[in-house]
């Protein structure tokens, strides 16, 4: 594997969940394969899990790992060519980028929709620079449009999980104050689209993802309805993609909140969400806390998704 930016990077999903089991079983297994090679982080917004997740994925193979956080301590990067550089950006990204690829193998990039222009984030314009200039294998830590080490691990954790063989599982949009990416929902939505599951996606109108994403999932816009018998509830807040709302909340509607109430129609669902979580938006503290909840081993299962990664690329290295 060169890059890792969609879920058809990673090949079969049957082939890849049993390298994760694999590697779960002894994760220090590959410990020498990564020695003298070294991964830089480059993260243009705030992380928990995918700084430490991947970091140590990285330490699990034997790497050497660098951190860039370009918000604090890197010169303020200007991203648009032809851009004359008279204001508050010191530093271009098209000698950034290579600069940054020659101090290391893999690079891992961290760069969430502006929503400036869906055209520029749906292009994944930043990714692609690092993809085109960089030299280096790259590796979407959540990109404009997907969050692949996410849905990995999200896929990893529902085949730990599942009592049948073609579960039902829901993506249903919850409320939130601020607007969020569609990465999370759209890299899901495709990850779930290439296994055999029953999967449904509920939202208020207004909230419909792109098609590219949501392929012939189900779309359902009575959440009662969707949760009826679903086996996993896969909660995420994000914002209206459609037309000139792109970027937008449209609702702040609380009966969103995935509660108890909801969760009674469920086959005893497991609930999931990537984190970090606002409490009684998204979930109640009911929910998030009870024994069905899987919040805590998914995102545990992202060291796991990230050294399967970290291991595929560095394997292919030349
Ligand atoms: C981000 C998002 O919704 O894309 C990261 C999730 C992993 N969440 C927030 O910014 C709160
Ligand atoms: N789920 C996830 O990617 O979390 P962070 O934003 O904390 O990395």
């Not at 024994?291 to 290295?317: G, M, Y």
């Amino acid at each position: 594997m060169r890059n890792f930016i969609t879920v058809k990077d990673i090949g079969n999903l049957k082939v890849a969940v049993a390298e994760a089991l694999e590697i779960k079983a002894d994760r220090y297994k590959y410990c020498e394969l990564g020695k003298n090679k070294t991964l830089m982080m480059v993260f243009f917004n705030s992380s928990l899990r995918t700084r430490l997740s991947t970091q140590k994925a990285a330490l699990n193979l034997g790497m050497n790992v660098i951190v860039l956080d370009i918000n604090q301590g890197a010169w303020k990067l200007e991203t648009e060519r032809g851009v004359i550089m008279d204001g508050d950006k010191p530093e271009h990204l098209l000698e950034a980028i290579p600069v940054m690829g020659s101090y290391c193998d893999v690079i891992g990039v961290r760069s969430f929709a502006r929503f400036e222009s869906k055209e520029d984030d749906y292009n994944e314009v930043i990714l692609n620079q690092f993809i085109k200039y960089s030299g280096r294998p790259v590796f979407s830590m959540e990109a404009a449009t997907r969050h692949p080490l996410q849905s990995f691990a999200d896929l990893i954790t529902i085949e730990e999980h599942k009592k049948k063989e073609r579960p039902k599982v829901v993506l249903t949009w919850a409320p939130h104050p601020k607007a969020l990416p569609q990465a999370v929902p759209n890299s899901f939505a495709e990850w779930m689209n290439a296994t055999d599951y029953e999967f449904v996606i509920t939202h208020p109108k207004g909230y419909e993802l792109a098609p590219e994403f949501t392929g012939n999932a189900k779309i359902e816009y009575d959440q009662m309805k969707a949760f009826e018998g679903a086996d996993f509830i896969y909660a995420k807040n994000w914002s209206a993609y459609s037309g000139e709302n792109y970027g937008k909340v449209l609702s702040m509607d609380r009966e969103w909140t995935v509660s108890e109430r909801q969760m009674a129609v469920t086959n005893n669902a497991h609930f999931m969400h990537c984190l970090p979580v606002r409490r009684n938006m998204i979930v109640t503290d009911d929910v998030i806390e009870s024994p069905q909840s899987l919040v805590i081993p998914e995102a545990a299962n992202r060291e796991i998704s990230a050294t399967v990664v970290l291991k595929r690329i560095i394997s292919e290295l030349k």
